[in-house]
T-cell receptor, first 109, second 118 residues
């Protein structure tokens, strides 16, 4: 089983749509959880950390279910500039980051 | 806003040659990492470094790889004898001390060095 598993997509959505990404992780000892965004041939950039209580940052909402080892990201009112690859990332108990394959989002006018 | 910097942005080398990739982490950070991303694949952990020694290394980080913090600012990754399969994007990342080795502080990534081995 992959350590962090994501649907690679691509997700093709119109501007203004709501889109949801899901992710599962295998190591129950994982400490911290993140969504990073990666543009083509660029470095990963932190989008948001993910907490069990759920957290929201503008149009972005992240959820963590530790019991199911499941992480989600919801993007509301999609913009053209949201087009990117979204990386589900888990920090293990040694401090290193474990990345999912990424989910590609293409927002179209 | 402080940022991680990396040089060079692109390195082309012949198979069997040595390369040194350089990183300048954020100044008050004390945990340093190298990751790599082969084209079309996921980002993979290579090595973590703290207090002037390796904390953890992956299976990828074999005897051909080494890391060093030669002074107070630079953090380098050396590949002694490059192979074709070393061609990838190499990202340096750093994290502050708060939260300890498994703390929740964010790892900040540099822009990467694209290594092409011919």
């Amino acid at each position: 089983r992959k350590e962090v598993e994501q649907d690679p997509g691509p997700f093709n959505v119109p501007e203004g749509a709501t889109v949801a990404f899901n992710c599962t992780y295998s190591n129950s000892a994982s400490q911290s959880f993140f969504w990073y965004r990666q543009d083509c041939r660029k470095e990963p950039k932190l989008l948001m950390s993910v907490y069990s209580s759920g957290n929201e940052d503008g149009r972005f909402t992240a959820q963590l279910n530790r019991a199911s080892q499941y992480i989600s990201l919801l993007i509301r009112d999609s913009k053209l500039s949201d087009s990117a690859t979204y990386l589900c990332v888990v920090m293990d108990n040694t401090g290193k980051l474990i990345f999912g394959q990424g989910t590609t989002l293409q927002v179209k006018p | 806003e402080p940022e991680v910097t990396q040089t060079p942005s692109h390195q082309v080398t012949q198979m069997g040659q040595e390369v040194i990739l350089r990183c300048v982490p954020i100044s008050n950070h004390l945990y340093f990492y190298w990751y790599r991303q082969i084209l079309g694949q996921k980002v993979e952990f290579l090595v973590s470094f703290y207090n002037n020694e390796i904390s953890e290394k992956s299976e990828i980080f074999d005897d051909q790889f080494s890391v060093e913090r030669p002074d107070g600012s630079n953090f380098t990754l050396k590949i002694r004898s490059t192979k074709l399969e070393d061609s990838a994007m190499y990202f340096c990342a750093s994290r502050s001390l708060a939260g300890g080795p498994w703390g929740t502080d964010t790892q900040y990534f540099g822009p990467g060095t694209r290594l092409t081995v011919l």
